[in-house]
């Protein structure tokens, strides 16, 4: 086993087009905090990218394969970050999800426990040894994403806690998962949604009352889903580049989960629908990847990749355009946040790790 | 071996591009039917969002006196509101700007949580009409406290201590049940309209109309950029036929006292003086009233929201003989008729006192001059047997008793003048002779206002010719502000002369020393009026009551008198409620017409104006036939004032 790795085989197709969507992020960005008292978050945005590149080259370099022999111990220390905040969190508009570190820097534990459980979920279903999963093997499975959810949601941040759904089922469904047993889970979630209900806070209520009927309290709860349809709509075909929604500031903070209607209604229907290409064509480029990695666990782990970005942007379009609730899930590249874009990077980082080893075996 | 090397099913990797493709598909198609096919919509939406109309208040019109002296103006007057600026933390800041408006903190503190939830765009008002200091510490704050600002009304400013109030009235924001009312209903909410008086009378000519000025707003409500603007019309203003120097004595003369005065000029119907008390001021309702207070003045048992020149509705009592007289003597039966009066007589079987025996003392001999400035009961007494209610009630409704004056003020009202058909009418009884008598000295069922009453005597004063009384000139304003009254303009009453003259010299002699208000006598002043007490319980009532009652329900004391005694150029009715006599009532008239006179002759006349024929009244004395000193003798003149300087007190006769 020769093991030759070089940065010849980094997918730097793959590069370019991301830097592409960092780089309209940044323009958006800019545009959109022009003259409020967010003005300069593109600058510290450059900053992240900067850092969340470096980290990539950092990721690509140590062995996807070494990570996962020792997945149950990032798991567990990932378990132990999820209890600190819990028990050490910074409060912040009512939810405990930051830890301060030292040198006043905020972290955000979810973040990279989204990475850990990728590489536990692909672990795990690399790992089996038959074609087909018994209840148990999905039960596991299931634990595995489920606990570190549970903590999550205790935060409370029911948004994170959904980016970690996408992983099981991605792992599910590649693992071998039947079409009947998809319909039982399907169901038996659709039986215990409205106990779901009563375990929502009384603001993620609001949210979801306001996603169904956004009118009726127009400026309340459903003021950002009024305003946010609003920017988006005014936008057009080819866009209005002097955006009052935005520029006027009726888009509350429009820099982070509402970058994607900015940016729409400064640059239309073509702007956006091209915008969604590119993502598009990331998408296909990922699971190109997968395909070629070397073994099963690498497959799993950049689906894995690929199921994340996929809900943070079927979650954040979709709610740009009215199809989903206000949930704070960001858009991946785009958005404005240090957390959100370090893990993206270090997720493209075990990406460009798998792909550099194709050759290895 | 199987795990690590096999490789995962390449089907299900296609169906997870599928998936994603539809997925990208769905999204694509919400953002086309929000940009493309409701692009219009929204776009619309956004237009909306980023312009607002701010109004531009139109100041309400002033309210002047005749002499165009201001009455009413307009104040510019701040409201301190707070704008949500999220790079503040307005919480923390609560303290100081509590301090800076002399608020409680809490309460302050209170008000910023509650509207925590509305939009931030919309400010939170704080206080209304804040002083000069307050302005200051906000001007004073702008760095340190950009979040507190301040937006300018135009608020009324009236006269103070409730001069005048009743009048004039007040505004109010409109309420719902006005909206309702077709005559309101093309106000919007928030408009600031008349609630009573003429601000209520004349609020169209008074409002003018709010402009208004397209801005461009961010989301918190802060101009960025203006689009156009249509400017306000200010309110026209409004001149009223009241005389101020005339007002402040009648304020004057009714100090202390609750009733009202009304004073007019019977030439013309213009309103000279008016005032109610007790009062309010309507100063406290222009920013906004405190539920209590509104309460204490509505229970008042005094009523002093009530304009009781015009919404008192009282027995006249005596000042009613002046009528009873006119149509005793136009209809032939009070020239001959001579009443011994002994303390009372006998009608219908029932005793009836005259106001005289109080006083341990009888009337003797009466004949029409000496019943009216003795006021004697029984010779009125007499007159109403003989006259009977039917021609009694004739004279009094032709001379507008028990019926609005028409006057251009709202909430007027109509008084009572019995009758045999108001009787059945009202109690499906029939009228007994025995009301009649009481009818004759104005107490009964008789009810009027002193506006009325005012009108009455002023009509009869002047030879039968009677105006519609207004407070505001109609050629002053422009067309359609006044609406058409079913009261004509003018009515002439038929009265003979020598009947006419009959009256009103014995209305003089009221004031002189030989009648009931010589007290109110004005020296050089051709005063002429009738004294009235009337009763404001039955005597039946009052016996029963006993000393508590007595002193609770006092009589009331009426005067309504006129200067000069024929062709007035001035009425006044005075009512003093529990004011037990009318000499009381004589007096406050008195210091009126004694206001009226005086500055008649300190003002430059109209002789000195004209340079024509000009037909002037004057009194002057003449020897008595009797050859009994002098009697007072009042006339007009026609003067050629061609080219002269003279000044009318030169020019008259000379009155002693």
């Not at chain 1, 940016?263 to 590119?278: D, I, K, Q, T, Y």
Request: glycine share 8%.
């Amino acid at each position: 086993m020769s093991r030759y790795i070089s940065f010849r085989d980094f997918d730097w197709l793959l590069m370019a087009f991301i830097l592409i969507i960092c780089g309209l992020g940044v323009m958006e960005i800019h545009s959109a905090t022009l003259h409020t008292k967010f003005a300069g978050a593109h600058i510290r945005q450059v900053y992240w990218i900067l850092g969340g590149i470096a980290c990539m080259f950092a990721m690509s370099l140590v062995s996807y394969q070494m990570l996962l022999e020792r997945i149950h111990w990032f798991y567990i220390v990932a378990l132990a970050s999820l209890i600190s905040v819990l028990l050490f969190g910074q409060k912040y508009l009512g939810a405990r999800r930051w830890v301060k570190m030292p040198g006043g820097a905020h972290f955000q534990p979810s973040e990279w426990v989204k990475l850990i459980l990728i590489l536990a979920v692909a672990k795990y279903f690399a790992d089996l040894h038959d074609r087909e999963l018994s209840w148990s093997d999905i039960i596991k499975a299931g634990a595995i994403a489920g606990i570190p959810m549970l903590m999550v949601l205790r935060q409370p941040d029911l948004g994170t806690a959904l980016t970690y759904l996408p992983i099981a089922v991605m792992g599910l469904f590649l693992g071998g998962l039947r079409f009947k047993q998809g319909a039982v889970i399907v169901l038996s979630c659709a039986l215990l949604l409205p106990l779901g209900w009563h375990v929502l806070k009384p603001y993620q209520r609001d949210r979801l009352t306001s996603f169904m009927h956004p009118e009726a309290d127009s400026q309340g709860s459903g003021y950002q889903v009024n305003q946010s349809l609003i920017a988006v709509g005014s936008g057009g075909i080819w866009g209005n580049s002097e955006g009052s929604q935005t520029h006027l500031a009726f888009l509350p903070v429009p820099q982070t989960d509402f970058i994607f209607a900015a940016f729409a209604e400064e640059h239309g229907f073509v702007g956006a629908l091209g915008v969604m290409l590119l993502y598009f064509i990331v998408l296909m480029r990922l699971t190109q990847n997968a395909q070629t990695a070397p073994d099963r666990a690498g497959t799993f782990v950049v689906m894995g990749v690929v199921a994340v970005l996929s809900f943070h942007i079927l979650v954040n379009i979709g709610m740009v355009v009215g199809f989903m609730p206000v949930t704070g899930i960001p858009l991946p590249l785009m958005s404005y946040g240090g957390s959100s874009v370090l893990f993206m990077f270090l997720a493209l980082g075990i990406v460009m790790n798998v792909r550099m080893r194709r050759f290895v075996n | 071996m199987f795990g690590r090397d096999e490789k995962v099913s390449p089907e299900r990797l296609t169906a997870v591009q599928y998936i994603i493709l539809v997925i990208f598909l769905v999204l694509a198609y919400g953002l086309w039917r929000l940009q493309v096919v409701q692009s219009e919509f929204y776009s619309a939406a956004a237009e909306k969002n980023r312009t607002r109309e701010v109004p531009i208040l139109a100041p309400r019109g002033k309210i002047l006196d005749r002499e165009g002296r201001i009455i009413v103006d307009n104040y510019p007057s701040f409201t301190a509101l707070l704008l949500r600026d999220s790079t503040r933390d307005i919480l923390a800041d609560a303290g100081a700007i509590a301090a800076g408006l002399h608020l409680d903190p809490k309460e302050v503190r209170d008000r910023i949580r509650r509207f925590a939830y509305t939009p931030q765009f919309r400010p939170i008002y704080l206080k209304e009409d804040i002083t000069p200091d307050e302005l200051a510490f906000v001007e004073a704050h702008r760095n340190e406290l950009p979040e507190l600002d301040t937006i300018v009304a135009h608020r009324r400013l009236y006269p103070r201590n409730g001069f005048m109030a009743h009048l004039i009235g007040y505004v109010g924001e409109v309420s719902e049940d006005m909206l309702n009312q077709p005559q309101w209903e093309l106000y919007s909410p928030g408009d600031v309209v008349g609630k009573s008086g003429v601000e209520l009378q004349y609020n169209q000519l008074l409002m003018g109309k709010n402009g208004s000025r397209q801005v461009v707003v961010n989301s918190r409500g802060k101009e960025v950029g203006q689009l156009e603007e249509k400017p306000a019309e200010p309110g026209k203003p409004l001149r009223l036929t009241v005389d101020i120097d005339l007002q402040i004595a009648a304020e004057q003369a009714l100090e202390g006292h609750n009733g009202a005065i009304v004073a007019l000029d019977p030439r013309t119907g213009e309103i000279l003086a008016m005032v109610s008390r007790p009062t309010y001021d309507p100063n406290d309702f222009a920013v906004r009233i405190r539920k209590e207070e509104w309460a204490k003045l509505v229970n008042d048992d005094d009523h002093p929201l009530l304009n009781k020149a015009i919404q008192a509705q009282l027995a006249p009592g005596s000042v009613f003989k002046i009528i009873m007289a006119t149509a005793g003597l136009q209809e032939g039966i009070a020239q001959d008729l001579r009443v011994n009066c002994n303390g009372g007589a006998s009608f219908y079987g029932r005793y009836f006192k005259c106001w005289v025996v109080a006083e341990h003392r009888v009337h003797g001999s009466v004949d029409i001059t000496k019943g009216i400035y003795q006021s004697c009961d029984v010779f009125f007494y007499t007159l109403a047997e003989r006259l009977g209610i039917g021609r009694i009630a004739k004279y009094a409704t032709m001379f507008g008793l028990g019926q609005k004056t028409g006057i251009d003020l709202p909430q007027e009202v109509t008084g009572v003048m019995p009758s045999e058909e108001w009787k059945i009418r009202n109690f499906k009884q029939k009228w007994y002779a025995g009301e009649t008598i009481s009818v004759g000295i104005g107490q009964g069922a008789v009810a009027v206002t002193p506006i009325q009453l005012a009108r009455a005597i002023g009509t009869i004063a002047s030879g039968g010719l009677m105006h519609r009384p207004h407070v505001t000139n109609p050629t002053d304003l422009p067309p359609g502000i006044i609406p058409a009254s079913p009261v004509a303009d003018q009515i002439r009453i038929p009265i003979d002369q020598k009947n006419w003259e009959i009256v009103t010299n014995a209305m003089a002699d009221v004031v002189s020393p030989l009648g009931t208000a010589n007290s109110a006598h004005l020296q050089g002043i051709d005063f002429a009026g009738k004294t009235g007490s009337a009763q404001t319980i039955s005597n039946a009532m009052k016996a029963k009551l006993g000393a508590a009652g007595k002193s609770r329900f006092k009589d009331n004391g009426w005067f309504s008198g006129v200067e000069p005694r024929r062709n007035p150029e001035i009425v006044v009715c005075s009512l003093l409620e529990e004011g037990e006599h009318g000499y009381l009532a004589a007096r406050t008239a008195a210091q009126v017409i004694k206001a009226y006179v005086e500055k008649q002759r300190r003002l430059p006349n109209k002789m000195a104006k004209a340079n024509e024929k000009v037909d002037i009244g004057a009194v002057w004395n003449t020897p008595d036939p009797d050859g009994e000193g002098d009697s007072l003798n009042s006339g007009h003149f026609v003067m050629d004032v061609k080219n002269s300087r003279t000044r009318l007190a030169a020019a008259a006769p000379r009155i002693h």
